[in-house]
Nanobody, 126 residues
C-alpha cells in the first residue's frame, strides 16, 4: 500500500506562484511514476504532470508547459509541483497519484494510477 499526502495549496493572485508537495510512504516502486492531476468544479479530473522516480523523465499537459515544473526528491520520497505564472483557470483541487507499473514514459492516463492523495485546493484570483 502507498500513502500519499499533499500540501502547499492555497489562495494566490494571478501571476503568482505556489509549490505543492506530495509525501509518499509505505510500499514504493523504484521504476514507477508519480503524477499530479487536477479537478475543477464541474469538470473531469485532468492530467497535469508526471515524473518517473528512477530516471526523472517528465511529462506535462500543454496548458502548463513553461509554467509548471515537476521534480522529485528521492531521499525524502517527495514529489513537488512548482507552479509559476498562475492563472485563474488553474484553480482546482490538485491530486498526487502513484503509478506502480514501470513504463517507458510516465503516463498521463489517470486509469494507470492506483494510489491517490486526498487533494489540496489551489485558488487563483484574477
Amino acid at each position: 500500500q502507498v500513502h500519499l499526502v499533499e500540501s502547499g495549496g492555497g489562495l494566490v493572485q494571478a501571476g503568482g506562484s505556489l509549490r505543492l508537495s506530495c509525501a509518499a510512504s509505505g510500499r514504493t516502486f523504484s521504476n514507477s511514476a508519480m503524477g499530479w492531476f487536477r479537478q475543477a468544479p464541474g469538470k473531469e479530473r485532468e492530467f497535469v504532470a508526471a515524473i518517473k522516480w528512477s530516471r526523472g523523465i517528465t511529462s506535462y499537459v500543454d496548458s502548463v508547459k513553461g509554467r509548471f515544473t515537476i521534480s522529485i526528491d528521492n531521499a525524502k520520497n517527495t514529489v513537488y509541483l512548482q507552479m509559476n505564472s498562475l492563472k485563474p483557470e488553474d484553480t482546482a483541487v490538485y491530486y498526487c497519484a502513484a503509478d506502480p507499473i514501470g513504463r517507458w514514459r510516465p503516463s498521463s492516463n489517470r486509469q494507470d494510477y492506483d494510489y491517490w492523495g486526498q487533494g489540496t485546493q489551489v485558488t487563483v484570483s484574477s
